[in-house]
């Protein structure tokens, strides 16, 4: 027997769920208005490394745009902005395998970005980037996750003179962090019951990132005038949700990058720091690769913001 007070209680609730499928559903319609693949219903998606540099920014992108996101976070006192955001949060680690499985458990997609990169030991890269991946991607599988999308480097081709390097060209890379990345990568490639979609992000910057002024002294050393691939905050999300609404993409490894690449001295100059000097060409070597995008833009309609660092520099100006 329910009495009136509760009726009201119960109809109200009804109205505030309805009132945000609305506002949620409203959200994606006029999104897709202009998308050539259509409406989208908002899915579950859960989002890890979620307060690492792509991550946070990628999971706010997901939640703006109507999605419901889940973030898996080692510390919940870091990602207070996440939950500021209306973004729930699940503790776990990537080296916790009965985490996973609660983190996975009723999402639609996993947004793989947790990665070791600075500092990391071949040995911590291993066991994060190649160990950790085949954890989270088991625990998609075994939760009947329909896709999941791997946040991969384009490091991961190796030296190759600066030449613009395609999805099906041969990977050689050297350093520690590439390799575990492309380690990863024929892991995920290689399971069976997955849907597993792999992006390749080159140097990744914008939306507050300090990204290129934490890179200077690392590339203090080299060549001022070797150009770097580059993609905006805003184009890795947009590249991202392409993949995501994609029913069908015709491949499974895409690149991002921007349509033009700045050389070191020009992203130097952007923070207000003199050229790299060039005294190490031979250490530089192992990042002399520049991406090839025009697959994702052929298959999926992707089209950068921010198609050259003029354009960035030029908006954040404004």
């Given at each position: 027997?329910?009495?009136?007070?509760?009726?009201?209680?119960?109809?109200?609730?009804?109205?505030?769920?309805?009132?945000?499928?609305?506002?949620?559903?409203?959200?994606?319609?006029?999104?897709?208005?202009?998308?050539?693949?259509?409406?989208?219903?908002?899915?579950?998606?859960?989002?890890?490394?979620?307060?690492?540099?792509?991550?946070?920014?990628?999971?706010?992108?997901?939640?703006?745009?109507?999605?419901?996101?889940?973030?898996?976070?080692?510390?919940?006192?870091?990602?207070?902005?996440?939950?500021?955001?209306?973004?729930?949060?699940?503790?776990?680690?990537?080296?916790?395998?009965?985490?996973?499985?609660?983190?996975?458990?009723?999402?639609?997609?996993?947004?793989?970005?947790?990665?070791?990169?600075?500092?990391?030991?071949?040995?911590?890269?291993?066991?994060?980037?190649?160990?950790?991946?085949?954890?989270?991607?088991?625990?998609?599988?075994?939760?009947?996750?329909?896709?999941?999308?791997?946040?991969?480097?384009?490091?991961?081709?190796?030296?190759?003179?600066?030449?613009?390097?395609?999805?099906?060209?041969?990977?050689?890379?050297?350093?520690?962090?590439?390799?575990?990345?492309?380690?990863?990568?024929?892991?995920?490639?290689?399971?069976?019951?997955?849907?597993?979609?792999?992006?390749?992000?080159?140097?990744?910057?914008?939306?507050?990132?300090?990204?290129?002024?934490?890179?200077?002294?690392?590339?203090?050393?080299?060549?001022?005038?070797?150009?770097?691939?580059?993609?905006?905050?805003?184009?890795?999300?947009?590249?991202?949700?392409?993949?995501?609404?994609?029913?069908?993409?015709?491949?499974?490894?895409?690149?991002?990058?921007?349509?033009?690449a700045p050389s070191l001295g020009s992203l130097f100059a952007s923070v207000g720091s003199p050229p790299p000097d060039g005294s190490n060409p031979?250490?530089?070597?192992?990042?002399?690769?520049?991406?090839?995008?025009?697959?994702?833009?052929?298959?999926?309609?992707?089209?950068?913001?921010?198609?050259?660092?003029?354009?960035?520099?030029?908006?954040?100006?404004?």
């Amino acid at each position: 027997m329910v009495v009136n007070g509760a009726r009201e209680h119960q109809a109200i609730v009804m109205r505030t769920r309805r009132s945000r499928n609305l506002s949620t559903t409203l959200v994606r319609f006029f999104q897709a208005a202009t998308s050539a693949d259509g409406y989208v219903p908002a899915m579950k998606i859960l989002v890890t490394g979620a307060t690492g540099k792509v991550g946070t920014r990628l999971a706010k992108h997901l939640a703006q745009r109507g999605d419901q996101v889940r973030a898996l976070v080692r510390d919940p006192e870091r990602a207070r902005d996440l939950r500021e955001a209306r973004i729930e949060l699940a503790t776990g680690d990537l080296l916790d395998v009965d985490s996973l499985a609660t983190a996975t458990r009723d999402m639609d997609a996993v947004v793989h970005c947790a990665a070791f990169f600075r500092g990391a030991t071949p040995e911590q890269a291993h066991a994060v980037n190649d160990l950790g991946t085949q954890h989270i991607a088991s625990a998609a599988r075994a939760a009947a996750v329909k896709r999941f999308i791997f946040t991969s480097t384009g490091l991961v081709y190796g030296s190759n003179g600066g030449r613009l390097a395609r999805e099906d060209d041969p990977c050689t890379p050297t350093a520690a962090y590439p390799v575990s990345k492309l380690a990863a990568e024929r892991f995920l490639l290689a399971l069976e019951g997955l849907d597993v979609r792999v992006l390749r992000l080159p140097f990744v910057y914008g939306d507050g990132d300090p990204h290129i002024t934490e890179a200077i002294p690392i590339l203090r050393d080299f060549p001022p005038a070797q150009r770097m691939s580059i993609s905006h905050h805003a184009d890795v999300a947009q590249a991202v949700a392409r993949l995501l609404d994609s029913g069908s993409p015709a491949h499974r490894i895409y690149n991002v990058a921007d349509d033009e690449a700045p050389s070191l001295g020009s992203l130097f100059a952007s923070v207000g720091s003199p050229p790299p000097d060039g005294s190490n060409p031979e250490r530089a070597r192992a990042f002399d690769v520049l991406l090839d995008g025009s697959r994702i833009r052929r298959d999926l309609g992707f089209t950068p913001k921010f198609p050259r660092f003029a354009d960035a520099l030029a908006a954040d100006a404004g």
